[in-house]
């Protein structure tokens, strides 16, 4: 099968990319973002790309953000490219991730279009999008892969040995929400909780090793506070066997029914400071939380799972061109 990855996060694309590869599949991998921050979303030169999908050469294209067809001069340009290799049989996928949600309205009338011309799935990877589902487009649950070979083994929380740790990575989170976090972080110290607290500018990040290494010093971490979903920055926490406060609302659990067994522990801006204070004053609820978390990520989130599932819902929508050999 001859596949095209457009956009997104490096460390997502990267990761569905190479174990894609790794099955046979030719694989290629495009508008990943040259800036120095690994979370940065561009756009990038589409005209290279246009003799790639003019010649039909995919079988499958998967975007990887609706920052791509956003209503803009590149975003409308990579619009009829897609429409194009749609006409041509080629199969559409769009992966839509809880950082991408808000701006699902922006983009219906494109996505709709598209789907006009021929296959075209969605793969939500956040409850959030069930907010406002497409109903006439074919929709696949996707959870975001996390390769564990490279992750390790989870090191549990061990308040014997050292003070709580509070880290928060705000990746497309609101700015009130950072406030908020902060502002009560800084409210409980004052009153004599004993604990350390972080914020990191994802900006500063430039590989996944480092920001890992955040994740790993970590004992609980602190998303968001006004998503009903959880993002990367969860995932990567729970891999890793942390606490994890952000969106799980139960109201949107059962729009994907392993999320009912998920750990995150789901706060708004209403309820955070009391939630905050009661988990510093009994710390050793995270050891569990931490065992829990890791425990879902195994299941759900394994590259390897989510590889595999991604490529059978490709064969689901295509007639592919025969796996080479070796």
């Known amino acids: 099968m001859n596949i095209l990855h457009l956009g997104g996060f490096r460390p997502v694309v990267q990761t569905i990319a190479s174990g894609q590869a790794a099955r046979g599949h030719r694989v290629q991998a495009a508008l990943l973002s040259s800036r120095s921050g690994i979370f940065q979303l561009q756009i990038g030169d589409i005209g290279p790309l246009k003799d790639y999908i003019d010649a039909g050469f995919y079988d499958v294209i998967h975007v990887h953000s609706l920052h791509l067809i956003r209503r803009t001069e590149p975003g409308d340009l990579l619009k009829e490219l897609l429409i194009s290799s749609a006409q041509k049989g080629v199969a559409i996928f769009y992966s839509i991730y809880r950082e991408d949600c808000m701006l699902l309205q922006d983009s219906l009338s494109a996505l709709n279009e598209i789907n006009t011309y021929g296959k075209l799935m969605l793969l939500p990877s956040s409850s959030d999008y069930y907010l406002s589902p497409l109903e006439d487009i074919r929709t696949s649950f996707m959870p975001v892969p996390i390769d564990l070979s490279a992750v390790g083994p989870a090191r549990g929380f061990e308040p014997e040995s050292h003070s709580l740790s509070v880290l928060h990575i705000p990746i497309y989170v609101s700015s009130k929400d950072t406030e908020t976090i902060d502002l009560v972080c800084k409210r409980l110290q004052e009153r004599g909780r004993k604990f350390n607290f972080n914020i990191i500018n994802p900006s500063d990040i430039t590989n996944l090793a480092e920001f890992r290494k955040f994740i790993r010093e970590a004992d609980l971490v602190i998303e968001s506070l006004s998503y ?72 759900y989130h394994d590259a390897e799972l989510v590889v595999a599932d991604t490529l059978s819902l490709y064969n689901s929508y295509t007639s592919p061109s025969p796996v080479r050999a070796g």
């Open 228 to 299: 009903a979903g959880f993002g990367i920055v969860a995932v990567e926490a729970m891999a890793h066997g942390k606490t994890v406060i952000s969106g799980n609302d139960v109201k949107l659990r059962h729009a994907f029914g392993p999320l009912a067994l998920c750990p995150v522990i789901d706060s708004t801006k209403g309820d955070f400071e009391e939630m905050l204070d009661s988990i510093i004053r009994e710390p050793k609820c995270l050891r569990d939380l931490g065992t829990r978390s890791r425990t879902y990520i195994d299941s």
